[in-house]
């Protein structure tokens, strides 16, 4: 993306700016909420406790297995990214 910073931590932050803002051009969903559901019925919305714990679940085989070999993502984890994806 181009991103000129000596922090990491900016230069990461300014990386993720900019991809929302590219998939934003493409009229992509950036969340769970924007997400649109089959056959036009509306945005899915934000999810449930519950239904991030159900997601979470599925993705790691009730935690059994850790997702992602660059960096193993277990159940908890997955439940975060959700999380931060629901809003």
Same mark, same amino acid.
């Given at each position: 993306?181009?991103? &000129? &910073?000596?922090?990491?931590?900016?230069?990461?932050? @300014?990386?993720?700016?900019? +991809?929302?803002?590219?998939?934003?051009?493409?009229?992509?969903?950036?969340?769970?909420? &924007? +997400?649109?559901?089959?056959?036009?019925?509306?945005?899915? %919305?934000?999810?449930?406790?519950?239904?991030?714990?159900?997601?979470?679940? &599925?993705?790691?085989?009730? %935690?059994?297995?850790?997702?992602? +070999?660059?960096?193993?993502?277990?159940?908890?984890?997955?439940? @975060?990214?959700?999380?931060? @994806?629901?809003?």
């Amino acid at each position: 993306w181009g991103v &000129e &910073e000596a922090d990491d931590m900016k230069a990461a932050r @300014a990386g993720i700016d900019r +991809t929302v803002a590219y998939f934003r051009d493409l009229k992509m969903p950036v969340s769970i909420p &924007e +997400t649109e559901l089959p056959g036009g019925k509306g945005k899915l %919305g934000v999810l449930s406790a519950e239904e991030i714990e159900r997601l979470a679940d &599925e993705a790691t085989q009730n %935690g059994g297995i850790r997702v992602s +070999t660059f960096y193993p993502l277990g159940k908890e984890d997955m439940a @975060a990214i959700y999380r931060a @994806a629901n809003e």
